[in-house]
């Protein structure tokens, strides 16, 4: 009773709740030192990532994402550290401990931010789901958010 809605990428057995596909073009890619030589890429191949230190997502290496998109087996890859939230992943980065595989839009890499995102060569289809509780009691102003949210992804 305490979260009115999920947000979640890739799909998870939707029995349990009601949801709404938001179409999405999220992009992977690497968060990397704005300094490192792979950020002169505007794009990085699978290729470049194989023998480099890699920090990944808990949620990734579950799903075998990461072998989907560097087309590699996760034993052959090095896999120098983990994290479940990206800020903590940048914070690794920032340390020099490696290159974190994630989406782009999550880590602000603006303006005098020592880090860089660029999207990999390679990329996978990705679903975004908004979900939520089937038979809710939800408030006005949750239930207004849902409308509008309906309405937007209808248009």
């Known amino acids: 009773g305490l979260?009115?809605?999920g947000?979640?990428?890739?799909?998870?057995?939707?029995?349990?709740?009601?949801?709404l596909n938001i179409p999405s073009a999220e992009r992977f890619g690497v968060l990397m030192r704005r300094t490192d030589p792979l950020a002169q890429k505007t794009s990085i191949a699978m290729e470049d990532l194989w023998d480099k230190p890699l920090i990944i997502s808990r949620q990734m290496l579950q799903d075998e994402t990461?072998?989907?998109l560097l087309q590699r087996d996760l034993d052959k890859l090095n896999i120098a550290a983990t994290y479940s939230l990206l800020y903590n992943g940048s914070l690794m980065v920032e340390e020099g401990i490696g290159y974190a595989i994630c989406l782009d839009k999550i880590i602000?890499?603006?303006g005098s931010s020592s880090l860089c995102f660029r999207p990999l060569t390679r990329q996978i289809e990705t679903n975004l789901y908004i979900l939520w509780k089937k038979y809710p009691v939800f408030t006005k102003a949750v239930e207004h958010f849902l409308l509008k949210m309906q309405e937007l992804i209808q248009t």
Request: proline share 0%; no cysteine.
């Open 66 to 68: 990461v072998s989907r």
């Open 7 to 19: 947000v979640l990428f890739d799909e998870v057995d939707m029995s349990k709740y009601e949801y």
């Open 108 to 110: 602000n890499t603006s």
């Open 3 to 5: 979260i009115d809605f």
